[in-house]
């Protein structure tokens, strides 16, 4: 995960700040990127349970669109920056090498805070580097794996 974590910069993506593998008591740590909004699914359980809210179709297409951009630059090395006259302008990353999540859902997505819709995407400890066409592997949380996982 530290590896890979390495590699990303991007916005909608947590960002590595630094990790300590050889600390007294044995346990590796990765140090990250706070976000004090929490995960997806809490916000969502506190929304239905505490607030009885629906969520507009304004914030959940903010929702997708981010989380869009971060699987875009993992798997494209593709930046997009929104120029202050409006327009949108598409980079990619030279020598990019794609980076597969292999476990979205919504705990692996945190808000930047609890008043933003800013979301980042988190947790690649099973994210895996392609160097082919193909991982050759399915993994992560089986309520969430698309269906061609199960064929």
Same mark, same amino acid.
């Given at each position: 995960?530290i590896?890979i974590l390495q590699?990303?910069?991007h916005p909608?993506?947590?960002?590595?700040?630094?990790?300590?593998?050889e600390?007294?008591?044995?346990?590796?740590? /990765? =140090?990250?990127?706070?976000?004090e909004?929490?995960?997806?699914? +809490?916000?969502?359980?506190? +929304?239905?349970?505490v607030?009885?809210a629906?969520?507009?179709p304004? =914030? /959940?297409?903010? @929702?997708f669109?981010?989380?869009?951009?971060?699987?875009?630059y993992c798997?494209?090395?593709?930046n @997009?920056? +929104?120029?202050?006259n409006?327009v949108?302008?598409?980079? @990619?990353? $030279?020598?990019w090498? $794609?980076?597969?999540? %292999?476990?979205?859902?919504?705990?692996n997505?945190?808000?930047?805070?609890?008043?933003?819709? /800013?979301v980042?995407?988190?947790? =690649?400890?099973?994210?895996?580097? /392609?160097r082919?066409?193909?991982s050759?592997t399915?993994?992560?949380?089986?309520a969430? %794996? $698309?269906?061609?996982c =199960? +064929?």
């Amino acid at each position: 995960e530290i590896s890979i974590l390495q590699t990303l910069t991007h916005p909608n993506i947590v960002r590595y700040i630094s990790s300590d593998s050889e600390p007294p008591d044995g346990q590796a740590r /990765i =140090f990250m990127e706070y976000c004090e909004g929490g995960d997806l699914s +809490r916000f969502t359980d506190k +929304r239905k349970r505490v607030d009885k809210a629906l969520f507009t179709p304004e =914030f /959940i297409w903010r @929702v997708f669109f981010q989380l869009a951009l971060s699987l875009a630059y993992c798997h494209h090395g593709l930046n @997009v920056t +929104r120029l202050p006259n409006g327009v949108h302008k598409f980079e @990619v990353e $030279p020598r990019w090498t $794609p980076i597969l999540h %292999r476990d979205i859902k919504p705990s692996n997505v945190l808000l930047w805070s609890s008043d933003s819709d /800013i979301v980042k995407l988190c947790d =690649f400890g099973i994210g895996k580097v /392609i160097r082919s066409e193909m991982s050759g592997t399915y993994t992560g949380t089986s309520a969430f %794996r $698309p269906p061609v996982c =199960f +064929r």
